[in-house]
């Protein structure tokens, strides 16, 4: 299985934090987000790993993965206007893909296994999103939210709902069958958002079988600069 790590956005919600450095390598508890998120990977046996990211950070990116075995692929933007977004950068980078995908966003933060999650994969050979029970709903409308039925089939997914209808949040964490790669490109050539993954779920309900899976442990997006403060020096992955 291959792995993409989405590192392409320009984070200016945490400005002036990510003016020089990408939020995917922010410091947390001692080493950037990207290491903690490796750990887990190597944990479930994942080792062909390559990040997107942009040419604004390139350089920065180059010199963090020097030692590492990891590739990088850019995209040839230098500010949030120019942007491929997140299936923007998948339907460019599809055709280079060779096995299934497992897509992780690169500000994710979770001590969970990843095993699971690719064995219900492996087992069902369908798209499979990854989900958190969140505990505070009053945060849920700044999620995708996802529900699911007794099989654990995604049947309904709501990009940030005003009145969200469970607590089931999308992580940033999904698999894909390398058959099911070309919808990233049938999904742009129709004209639909490149940004948000949500709304590539919510497109995908109506063309295919989407299942979903259920992470237990803990999980944060880091989507602000508060989130990042509480989580700087308190971590333990």
Do not use: C
């Amino acid at each position: 299985m291959q792995v993409v790590i989405l590192a392409g956005g320009f984070a200016k919600r945490m400005w002036p934090l990510t003016l020089e450095r990408p939020k995917p390598l922010l410091p947390v508890s001692g080493k950037p987000i990207l290491e903690w998120i490796l750990e887990r990977f190597a944990e479930a046996g994942l080792e062909d790993i390559l990040i997107t990211t942009n040419s604004r950070f390139e350089q920065v990116f180059r010199e963090w993965s020097e030692e590492r075995a990891l590739r990088l692929w850019i995209e040839p933007s230098q500010r949030e206007e120019e942007k491929l977004g997140s299936i923007g950068a998948m339907e460019r980078l599809s055709s280079q893909l060779k096995d299934d995908v497992l897509v992780v966003a690169g500000d994710n933060l979770f001590d969970f296994s990843l095993r699971p999650f690719l064995e219900f994969f492996k087992q069902k050979r369908k798209i499979l999103v990854g989900f958190y029970d969140y505990p505070e709903e009053s945060h849920l409308s700044q999620y995708g939210i996802g529900e699911l039925d007794g099989q654990g089939r995604l049947v309904a997914f709501e990009e940030k709902p005003e009145r969200p209808k469970s607590r089931l949040v999308s992580t940033g964490i999904y698999a894909f069958p390398k058959e099911k790669l070309g919808l990233f490109s049938a999904y742009i050539r129709e004209g639909n958002n490149p940004d948000a993954f949500g709304y590539f779920i919510k497109w995908l309900l109506g063309k295919e079988e989407v299942y979903g899976w259920v992470f237990r442990g803990r999980w944060f997006d880091i989507g602000s600069l508060a989130v990042y403060e509480k989580l700087r020096d308190g971590w333990k992955g």
